[in-house]
């Protein structure tokens, strides 16, 4: 498949620990925060958002959490699994732009590599 | 439900030529994205159209376009290849606003 972090940070950990992965955002006004998983071959998919106005959110394994005082987002993923490792990606939503779209600005990205 | 289809998966073209890439979104989402993606840069957005119209533009030069037909398959093109637009391209449609992105597999291009 494609290779997408030939540069990027790496996280290497055991199956079964909990993983946690950082991401600083840059617009103090982006309202709308998404964190997605990138497989080899495969286009970035949805995990879990958050609103501006929330510091947590959980979803199945996997939690959210947002500091807006320091602009830091991260992602917790519990009971790590091999089906874990891949690229994860986090995304800003900067608000709707006149055109009525919702502009996103992602990430450089963490490669997870879980180990058996 | 079918996904996002991006046509082809791979192209291989030289510098100068142009190249059209094809994407069909979820069924009943209106609202496609166009990503760039490479290792140096990661995720770059490239354009966003809704209902034939351009919403959205990214900071890439006049040689990336696209456009939106009715049933909102979108294309994208870029004329005038050069090596550094060598990258995996990615469609993402949406149901209306642009969040909730949905991604298709990509289209790696290389230009030689």
């Known amino acids: 498949g494609e290779s997408v972090g030939l540069h990027l940070p790496t996280l290497s950990v055991q199956e079964g620990d909990n993983s946690i992965i950082n991401c600083a955002y840059s617009n103090s006004a982006s309202d709308y925060f998404i964190w997605y998983k990138q497989e080899s071959g495969k286009g970035p998919q949805f995990i879990i958002d958050?609103?501006?106005?929330?510091d947590k959110r959980q979803g199945q394994r996997v939690t959210v959490l947002l500091n807006k005082t320091v602009k830091h987002l991260s992602l917790q993923i519990a009971a790590t699994q091999p089906g874990d490792s891949a690229v994860y990606f986090c995304a800003e939503g900067e608000g709707q732009t006149q055109g009525g779209s919702e502009k996103l600005v992602f990430g450089k990205g963490m490669k997870l590599t879980v180990n058996p | 439900k079918a996904g996002v289809t991006q046509t082809p998966r791979y192209l291989i073209k030289t510098r100068g030529q142009q190249v059209t890439l094809s994407c069909s979104p979820i069924?009943?989402?209106?609202?496609v994205s166009w990503y760039q993606q490479t290792p140096g840069q990661g995720l770059q957005f490239l354009f966003e159209y809704f209902s034939e119209t351009q919403r959205n533009k990214g900071n890439f030069p006049g040689r990336f376009s696209g456009r939106q037909f009715s049933n909102s398959r979108s294309e994208m093109n870029v004329s005038t290849l050069e090596l550094g637009d060598s990258a995996l391209y990615l469609c993402a449609s949406s149901f209306g606003t642009g969040v909730d992105q949905y991604f298709g597999a990509g289209t790696r291009l290389s230009v030689l």
């Open positions: 069924s009943g989402h209106r609202s």
């Open positions: 958050i609103r501006s106005n929330m």
